[in-house]
């Protein structure tokens, strides 16, 4: 049955406890950047959306003793650490902490728990503020009404983007958890390589393959609309006059990427519906333009379908 979608503020409306969360988020980045072995498109540093929040991959504890997860518990309000013998430690997220105390809270749990050799990079990535991690005394706005709306969208979010990749029959990312643009998405790839747009480092790194993204975020200083996005890379020259549906998806040409509005989904009957023909529409066009192998291309549509 189609679900209901929550409302979510845009991002103005809850920009001091969101910019604390994304920040929160960059510290587990961080670790999983640090201790996970490297991956292509820098996938050992993606995050997951799991039932409780934000949460890294298992990662090798370096004094050798097993592995560590840490974890965002947006019901509990909490950042937690557990180890593969059972040990956990708890650092609360509230009453409104910065983010440099906890920041610190959570890097002295992981040494404790995995060894003294833990670091990290405390220098945010991909945010407006620069100031380290560790010493953020800046962001420190958390209001758990805010966070659980947010979570409850994302978590829908999270569920129509593996409903999209699930019956692609190529190399496709499963759902990311993205810790530097805080967003969740998805990368169908077609199996060629491609050469990156810059040389950066996230770019250098990530942007190697040719791809089609599709994603969401709850909205940030650029596009203050929490909205799925989707875009082709490398970008065929066409993709402006290309008109994705339903209406009113459209190409955003200052963002380089096609937007549907998480409200303007909201508003139709089967809001999952819609943002899979939004989708679908999209890597339809990319595939076409950038002449994927059609029975690749065809996947992605559920054809063949996925098995039973």
Known sequence: MPSVWPSLPNYASWQATCDTLHAHTQVLGKLAAALAPPEPQLQHAALRLTARGWETSLLPAPDGSGAIV????????????????GRARQISLTPHRAVGDVTRGIVAAVR???????????????????????????????DPAQVAAYFDAATHAALVLARLRAPFRGRATPVNAWWGSFDLAISLFSG???????????????????????????????????????????????????????????????????????????AVGDPEGAVMEFARSVVRHACAVCEWDPDLAASAEGTPPPIA
Do not use: C, K
């Open 70 to 85: 840490v974890a965002l518990d947006l019901h509990t309000h909490e950042a937690v650490v557990e180890h593969s013998d």
């Open 112 to 142: 404790e728990l995995a060894g003294d050799a833990v670091a990290i990079n405390p220098t945010p990535q991909e945010v407006p503020w620069t100031i380290p991690l560790d010493a953020d005394d800046q962001h420190a706005t958390y």
């Open 192 to 266: 060629a390589p491609a050469a990156p747009p810059s040389d950066d480092f996230i770019m250098r790194n990530a942007m190697t393959a040719e791809e089609v993204a599709i994603g969401w975020w709850p909205g940030d200083g650029r596009y203050g609309e929490p909205a799925f996005y989707a875009y082709a890379y490398p970008t065929p020259p066409d993709d402006p006059s290309a008109t994705p549906v339903p209406p009113p998806a459209r190409w955003d040409s200052a963002l380089g990427e096609y937007i549907f509005d998480w409200n303007d989904a909201r």
